[in-house]
């Protein structure tokens, strides 16, 4: 079952693929009304194979339930129980009865339907084992913190894990008194419940983490759900568009390595004045980018339930880029409007480096093409991701400041893109990604990390 959100639905139908390869026939379930063209695509990717089938859950009207301006976790967390009804109904009615019912993080609210069926629940979190870690963990710190975890003096603890900065805790544990936190703190609660967790991450990724979350010294008393690391789960790159041959005409001509990628996800936006800050300092860095431009904007939230709907003509992007800004770079710099094919882009040779808003599947997809990072967190768990990345997997650079609570300037645009493509320091993250794309191809050798998780808990 996968929660709205491209975000969710492209790990949870890599899943679904994977599960296909071993002889199972999977249904997935999706709570949206198919809107975004860039959904349908990924929708029609899975419907085309066998064995399989995609059943479309519409989404409830929940105008009365949550306010116009409430955060996305809110959002999806009722959208997702106000669906229960109909996702039960649509269990009763499949033709077969299913062994296994596999929720995301939203779909928490859903495992009760396994337990009516009498079959087995598993949740499967697109993201990290740290994540994972910050969720089990999250009723106890509720306990034991006694205000805002931001105005925490000390770092937050979490046993034998990474401590976590009170300044990159996840959107929902900004404030006490939004509903997003009750929300979150009930998903944490509901996958303590769960008979198995999986995780779009691998052994080698997150060595410490994952070791500590199996040692039942530490963790025993908190959780006892067995976690199976089952990653990296991204997704295939497809046949070029036609609209998009030129960009790719353009890629070949550029020398290895050399060309900068810029996106945020299907959710990120960035206010005027960081946009142009971004452009100038990519002009003034003088590489070779390729950036997917969406209109500014005030909240971050905005573009959540709408991204990928683009028909990419590329028109009326120079409303919100400096003036000039399209001209002076020609040449140097590609703009696609609203949705790119980011999977395509970062496979190429000529991509040297990805400065992203670090959400989990963008930073696999990195990954497993050997892209070094600049990391640019914007919303949801991304302050955490930038900080794993940056210090413990030591893949990417990152501004000094906050993305999104502080603007960063373009000098500083500058000098993190020459870090990243021409200094030192770069070439070593280069290295690292490298190493960590082949341990990721590992993990699903036969013998890997991830097939042997998988095969443990399908036995
Ligand atoms: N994506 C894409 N084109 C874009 C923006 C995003 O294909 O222009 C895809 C990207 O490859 C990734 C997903 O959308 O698979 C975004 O997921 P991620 O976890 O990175 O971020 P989220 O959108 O959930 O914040």
Redesign the pocket.
Known sequence: LSSP????L?PVVELGKCLLTLNFKVTIFVVSSRTSA?ESQVIESFISLNRCEVILLPPPDISHLVKPDAAVVTRLAVLMRETRPAFSSALSALSFAPTVLIVDLFGCEHMEVADEFKIQKLVYITMNAWFLALTLYLPILHESVKGEYVDEKNVLFIPGCKPLLPEDVVDPMLSRSDQQYWEYLNMAIKTRMADGILLNTWEELEPTTLAALRDHKLWGGISKVPVYPVGPLV?PTRPINSNKTELFDWLEKQPSESVLYI?F????LLSNEQMRELALGLELSQQKFIW?VRPPAESNDGSFFT?GNSSNDDEGVESYLPEGFLDRTKGVGFIIS??????EILRHESVGGFLS?C?????L?SIINGVPLIAWPLY?EQRMNATLLAEEVRIAVRPKTLPGREIVGREEIKMMLKTLMVDEEGHAMRGRVKELKSSGERAWNDDGSSAKALAHLLR
Request: charged residues 5%; proline residues 7%; glycine residues 24%.
């Open positions: 959100g491209l975000g969710h492209i860039a997704p996106s996800g299907s959710g990120g997917v991204t609203d949705w790119g094919p980011q999977v808003h959400g989990w599947n963008s930073i997809e949801a």
